[in-house]
């Protein structure tokens, strides 16, 4: 396998790949949507470029299953178990991340 | 392995580079790298032990840690220890230092010949995306695989001979912390180094190929990830639920506080007492001269009064190695975070601005801990208005000179109490309203999220904990070394010239008296005389200065804040509005030496200090001159 331009940059568009839902459309949501405990899969990052870069090195790549872990008192930074670590993010970043629920948000 | 222009240049430049400067140095260069958590440090401390030195790199605020590792053979090789990264993209200055030590662009440090890449193999997925920048260097590189403890224990396996095969490179299962397999990383450094011919690397810029990349040489190595660390997710509900953990949470910045507050005292007494009984002995000594003078009333004195804080500064370090070592310090982040929030910092800032209380120059030391640059100027920038030791001993004299003692609240507060604790909480305000200031202005940091990692709890080891006392406490008293001996040598020769009849003068008639003197009609809108100006002046070597000054020039032998005397004289020079002021001042102004020094060094150059000097001499000025014209 050939190995590419190591030190070019690329178009970071390449990263921030839509869902693919195949006709079984899944509820859209938020990891603010997850409570402790709830499961989801990544769909894409709707962060500015950066941003969605350091996420993804930290192993929130679209398609990877995280899993809401437990938070500050009140909530919010909270810990998300994803590729092997536990990340907290604020909510502010959470927003930005969009997942694919196995059930429908449970807030009203 | 097929190769593209940028690498085969690439590694062009690395395949001259062990000419003339390796020759110079006279030991093979190797430079440490992998991400945060990895165990690099330990393992940096692990093969150089105490034969390491730190310094900043120049013009950055990075700071570079190098040591020398001795090989079984008996050859030397030279180990730098760079910054935790997850990536070589250069965004922050970690990264951007790490990258350019790695393909020999820095000219203060050569260009490593080889590599050693920390990962963790407990989550070696994800980590192996580092290995891909890396590989594609062509620099000689060993695969340290750290933590194999850990793995066999939660039931974690992988080959490691597939893993090296497919990455072209050595690998090594090692745990940095008990040392083991450490025969292997000293059987790379000692042998031949062959450079890396990866079966296949992905296109660097995409991350998700990178990870794609990474799982499937994870899976070709045959790699069974470890069962989720039990003790920690434990631990987690514990010192994350939502009642304990805030109890825990509290009871340890009790603990901090109290350390560095009141059980230290005794440790500082002993280094007062050794400063004390040293320089009796010397003087005891020497026969009667200025230059005995200078060495015990200017050099003795003056650096004994930095050094005193030394044992706040390695215990604050002791708290902080243990804290962050054993994997609290992200928890106690993650739980200060909603409340530092607020006022436009993240939990990170906590602890430095705890340890403010104590001494802000360890606590600006102690900043290190924050990745986000601007999130540390501003705690940066903010500590010294924390009520710090220094000031306590000038509070409690002004306090006790002018403020009658009557009970507020029955036996429990006296109306000094009061005013010592508006004085703490006056500092707190100017802190948080200057910290939100800083925050929405010129050092917003709207666009850099928040994320922060959460590592496996594990017991802090005494080598890491002795290695980073050592380190600190070298820092420290380098600078008591240096600018603080300046300093106080040229306070104490404006003090003692110019001679009368072949004699230093009375304090008054020196040029510090001069000084004071002439800077009379500035001060006197704050409703000081010249007496509190030679104070003032003094005390910039350190604030508790202006006692021992202001007793000189009242002709008091050994003056403390408790002195009646003092009390009285200070009370016949000073209204009750000019004595409000001088206590305001003290709360705002950087009248500290080595803050100044210590901030210059942590944001590498004279921007910062000058900018925030300048701010809180303002800031006290003003506010002197409002409380002695209010109260006037």
Not at chain 2, 612 to 628: D, E, H, N
Request: hydrophobic share 45%.
């Amino acid at each position: 396998m050939p190995l590419d331009n190591y030190f070019r940059p690329h178009h970071t568009e390449t990263m921030l790949q839509p869902s693919s839902n195949n006709g079984q459309p899944e509820p859209l949501g938020t990891l603010l949507d997850l409570r402790r405990g709830d499961a989801a899969i990544l769909d894409r990052i709707d962060l500015p470029g950066e941003d969605a870069r350091r996420l993804m090195e930290l192993g929130f790549l679209p398609g990877t299953p995280i899993t809401a872990g437990l938070s500050a008192p009140g909530g919010d930074p909270r810990v998300f178990q994803v590729d092997g670590s536990e990340i907290a993010l604020r909510r502010e970043t959470a927003r930005g991340v969009k997942v694919r629920l196995h059930h429908p948000p449970r807030h009203p | 392995m097929s190769q593209c222009d940028g690498c085969a240049a690439a590694t062009t430049t690395v395949v001259e580079s062990p000419g003339k400067r390796g020759a110079a140095a006279g030991s093979t260069r190797v430079a440490v790298i992998g991400p945060p958590n990895s165990g690099k440090t330990t393992l940096f401390n692990r093969i150089t032990g105490l034969r390491q030195k730190v310094a900043n790199f120049p013009g950055v605020t990075v700071e570079q840690h190098t040591g020398l590792a001795v090989l079984p053979d008996g050859r030397e090789a030279w180990i730098i220890d760079l910054p935790g990264v997850y990536s070589l993209t250069p965004r922050s200055e970690d990264e951007q230092i790490a990258l350019d030590v790695l393909t020999g662009q820095r000219g203060d440090t050569p260009q490593p010949q080889a590599v050693l890449l920390v990962l963790d193999s407990t989550n070696l997925a994800r980590h192996l995306m580092l290995a891909a920048p890396i590989l594609a260097l062509g620099i000689p590189t060993l695969i340290v695989l750290n933590m194999a403890d850990d793995l066999r224990k939660r039931g974690g396996r992988l080959d490691l001979a597939a893993l090296a095969d497919q990455l072209g490179a050595p690998a090594a299962l090692i745990s940095a912390r008990q040392g083991e397999g450490l025969d292997q990383v000293y059987k790379f450094l000692a042998g031949t180094k062959p450079k890396p011919a990866p079966k296949e690397l992905p296109v660097l810029q995409d991350v998700p190929k990178c990870r794609a990349w990474a799982g499937r040489v994870g899976h070709e190595a045959r790699y069974r990830a470890p069962a989720p660390p039990e003790w920690t997710r434990r631990l987690d509900r514990l010192f994350l639920h939502p009642v304990a953990g805030v109890l825990i949470f509290a009871a340890v910045v009790v603990a901090v506080f109290q350390t560095i507050f009141n059980y230290v005292a005794p440790l500082m007494d002993a280094v007062k007492w050794t400063f004390a009984v040293s320089g009796n002995w010397v003087a005891s000594v020497l026969p009667e001269s200025l230059f005995r003078s200078l060495l015990i009333d200017g050099v003795w004195k003056g650096v004994g009064s930095v050094i005193v804080f030394l044992p706040q500064v390695l215990m604050l370090f002791l708290f902080i190695g243990i804290l962050e070592d054993s994997g609290y310090l992200a928890r106690a982040a993650l739980i200060a975070d909603r409340t530092m929030a607020r006022v436009g910092l993240q939990g990170k800032s906590f602890i430095p601005l705890l340890s403010a209380y104590a001494c802000a120059v360890p606590a600006i030391m102690s900043t290190r801990t924050i990745e986000n640059k601007r999130d540390r100027i501003a705690t940066i920038l903010i500590a010294p208005f924390m009520t710090c030791s220094a000031r306590f001993p000038v509070y409690t004299l002004i306090v006790l000179a002018f403020v009658p003692n009557r009970p507020v609240l029955g036996a429990f507060l006296s109306t000094q109490t009061v005013a010592m604790l508006g004085l703490y909480v006056l500092g707190f305000v100017v802190a948080v309203l200057t910290a939100r200031a800083l925050k929405s202005s010129v050092l917003r940091s709207g666009r850099t999220p928040f994320l922060l990692e959460m590592p496996s709890y594990r017991w802090p080891t005494l080598q890491s904990l002795g290695l980073r006392l050592l380190d600190r406490a070298g820092v420290f008293l380098r600078r008591a070394g240096t600018v603080i001996l300046l300093v106080t040598v040229i306070l104490w020769i404006s003090a003692h010239v110019p001679f009368v009849d072949g004699k230093p003068p009375a304090i008054g008639n020196s040029i510090a008296g001069t000084i004071g003197r002439t800077i009379e009609p500035i001060i006197k809108p704050l409703g000081f005389n010249w007496k509190i100006g030679i104070g003032l002046i003094t005390s910039f070597a350190a604030r508790e200065t202006i006692i021992a000054t202001l007793g000189a020039i009242y002709g008091m032998d050994s003056p403390d804040p408790q002195s009646l005397d003092l009390q009285k004289a200070l009370h016949q020079d000073l209204a009750p509005g000019g004595a409000v002021a001088l206590l305001i001042f003290f709360a705002f102004a950087m009248q500290c030496i080595s803050t100044i020094a210590v901030v210059r060094r942590e944001t590498a150059g004279w921007k910062w200090p000058l900018l925030q000097f300048t701010y809180m001499s303002v800031l006290a000025y003003a506010g002197a001159f409002a409380a002695y014209h209010i109260l006037r």
